[in-house]
Nanobody
Framework: QVQLVESGGGLVQVGASLRLSCAAS????????MGWFRQALGKEREFVAA????????DYADSVKGRFTISRDNAKKSVYLQMNSLKPEDTAVYYC????????????????WGQGTQVTVSS
């Protein structure tokens, strides 16, 4: 079956960096657009970034543009989220998601989800 496994979360201070990883198995990874979403306590899950199958199309939420970078390695079946200049409002559980076809900022359009990794930014 399809599995997406996130790693790399943790507790950091304001201004620090983290790199999240998501390892995929059970799917033809190169055919899927991959996204990162996040959900803060008491809030709805929201779009962070997405990348198309060959990495030529990158989409970002306005709140992370210029600070976060999404990338992928199809040979390793992995997608990454480099997060720089972290702010307290970036605190959330971060989820990796996959959908066959093009990128999308909509939660409902993604077929597969990981279990999430906690990112906490302390001031």
């Amino acid at each position: 079956q399809v599995q997406l496994v996130e790693s790399g979360g943790g507790l950091v201070q304001v201004g620090a960096s983290l790199r999240l990883s998501c390892a995929a198995s059970g799917l033809t990874f190169s055919g899927y657009a991959m996204g990162w979403f996040r959900q803060a306590l008491g809030k709805e899950r929201e779009f962070v970034a997405a990348i198309n199958w060959y990495g030529g199309i990158l989409d970002y939420a306005d709140s992370v543009k210029g600070r976060f970078t999404i990338s992928r390695d199809n040979a390793k079946k992995s997608v990454y989220l480099q997060m720089n200049s972290l702010k307290p409002e970036d605190t959330a559980v971060y989820y990796c998601a996959g959908r066959y076809g093009s990128t999308s900022p909509e939660v409902a359009r993604y077929e597969y989800w990981g279990q999430g990794t906690q990112v906490t930014v302390s001031s």
